[in-house]
């Protein structure tokens, strides 16, 4: 399905000011960016801007400082890798409106770049405040949502705005939406859906969609104990959540086309730390005084087989505790098979992406979302706000 919405590469700019919604939500480190993946999905939007004479508000949060200036959570180290990654300056603004800020925009020219102080320091950014739209929409002459992993939230500086100038998807959003729609309304099959995590009740309207959808769903990480539980299998101290909506998802997919498979073997901690006691389990029910904290080595050959088979891979969440060594085994088993499959890999935001960095295997996948819970509610099939509010195609 085509995209619905009208990209940046429509939008008349040269000698125009244009607000641009990044995600620069990084994380930091001693004042510094540690990891800037987030900030260059962002450059090939920003660089065709800059080419096209246009000058340039971007406009981002970071962290939640709760509508209160956190002096910590200052977009300046982001500016300052901006700029390096750019090779060109870029200004600081001390906020996200207000007079000084209009005249700093007001000196801007063509290619020239502003970045605007963390606009969750503003009270009225999660409220999707008028005022605070109408504030940033008064800044430039047009919007570009590029912010997928905050598209999902109807804050003033995703939606709101777009309700006082017109709106267009940057590049990153347009991929995002097209790449992740694909996977749902027009897969090349077999479709394997490979989801992990803590909680089944992140994931349960996924699962919901998929079973109508996919041709296999393969349950790892801490929510396939909610699937156990739901069959009576002892669990020992594993982390058990939505143990409900894990037995009405098996009653589901008794009557899909779809095949849910769960683990066969796992591997157990005494503890939840790396240093911990651990030994293998060659099946699944979990004895007291042990929790389950990865999938096993034969379930990691079962969903690297499924994953090899397919046409198209969905990845969302880790199959384990995979940030400790001795339970990474069965994030990493799978990490290999989606590097290796044939067909077409997407992983969905969030730990996953973490995961496959984790090891290395990044440049072997065809997508990595940037949006954990945009990417969620766009498969469940949600409507996202920061993209509803852009112009249409």
Not at 96 to 120: Q, S
Not at 173 to 188: G, H
Not at 239 to 248: N, Y
């Amino acid at each position: 399905m085509a995209f619905s919405k009208a990209s940046v590469r429509e939008a008349e700019v040269s000698g125009r000011r244009v607000l641009v919604r990044v995600d620069f939500n990084v994380p930091l480190a001693d004042g510094v960016v540690a990891d800037d993946m987030r900030i260059r999905a962002a450059l090939p939007t920003i660089e065709l801007l800059r080419e096209r004479g246009a000058a340039l508000v971007l406009a981002s949060h970071l962290g939640r400082p709760g509508g209160k200036v956190d002096p910590q959570l200052s977009l300046k180290p982001v500016g300052e890798r901006l700029a390096e990654l750019l090779g060109t300056e870029v200004v600081q603004a001390p906020a996200v409106i207000g007079g000084e800020v209009e005249t700093m925009v007001r000196g801007l020219g063509p290619g020239d770049v502003l970045l605007l102080e963390n606009t969750r320091f503003e009270p009225g950014e999660t409220e999707n405040d008028t005022k605070l739209a109408e504030g940033l929409a008064d800044l430039a002459d047009l919007f570009v949502n590029d912010a997928f992993g905050a598209a999902h939230r109807a804050h003033a500086s995703t939606e709101g705005v777009a309700q006082f100038l017109p709106g267009y998807a940057g590049l990153l959003l347009e991929r995002e939406v097209t790449e992740l729609t694909a996977v749902v309304e027009s897969p090349k099959r077999p479709l394997v859906v490979v989801l992990g995590g803590a909680k089944v009740s992140d994931k349960v309207a996924v699962i919901d969609r998929f079973l109508d959808v996919a041709d296999k769903i393969l349950i790892g990480g801490a929510m396939a104990f909610g699937f156990f539980r739901a069959q009576d299998v002892p669990v020992g101290d594993s982390l058990v959540e939505g143990v409900e909506l894990a037995a009405e998802a098996l009653e589901k997919a008794r009557d899909s086309e779809c095949e849910l498979v769960l683990p066969v073997d796992l591997v157990l901690g005494r503890e939840f730390d790396a240093e911990t006691e651990c030994r293998e389990s060659s099946g699944v029910e979990v004895p007291d005084g042990w929790m389950g904290l990865d999938i096993g080595p034969r379930t990691g050959d079962l969903f690297a087989a499924a994953i090899a088979d397919a046409g198209t891979v969905l990845w969302n969440g880790p199959m384990g505790a995979f940030e400790m060594e001795p339970f990474a085994a069965g994030t990493r088993a799978v990490a290999e098979a989606v590097a290796k499959a044939p067909g077409t890999t997407v992983i969905g935001g969030g730990d996953s992406v973490a995961a496959i960095r984790k090891f290395g295997l990044e440049d072997e996948v065809d997508w990595l979302s940037t949006g954990g819970g945009a990417s969620l509610e766009l498969l469940e099939g949600k409507k996202l706000p920061g993209v509803e509010a852009l112009v249409d195609a």
